[in-house]
């Protein structure tokens, strides 16, 4: 579908990536024009630009539960979390 705005070769560099499991699609550097085009085309559901999210820390302590101040609490006895690092990145 890509290379019916550009040739296959400039198509296969501006490919970001093609999905195949859970629905039919793909993610490619396109032009404000290619999009509009694309989004007119039959077949497509919806063409949506990229947004980037940074990452940011936070401390969740009320949610799971955990108090700060208890002395006797999780948080006391594991030396606050100290040297744990837990990441979640999810791209897709």
Known sequence: MLNSSCSKEEAKKRM??????GFSGFAAKLTDFEAKHFEELSG???VI??????THMSRSW?????SKHDSNGLMNKTNQGDGIIIGII???
């Open 16 to 21: 970001v990536y093609s999905y195949k499991h």
């Open 44 to 46: 497509v559901v919806r």
């Open 49 to 54: 630009q990229n947004c980037p999210y940074k």
């Open 62 to 66: 009320n949610f799971l539960g955990l």
């Open 90 to 92: 999810d791209t897709g």
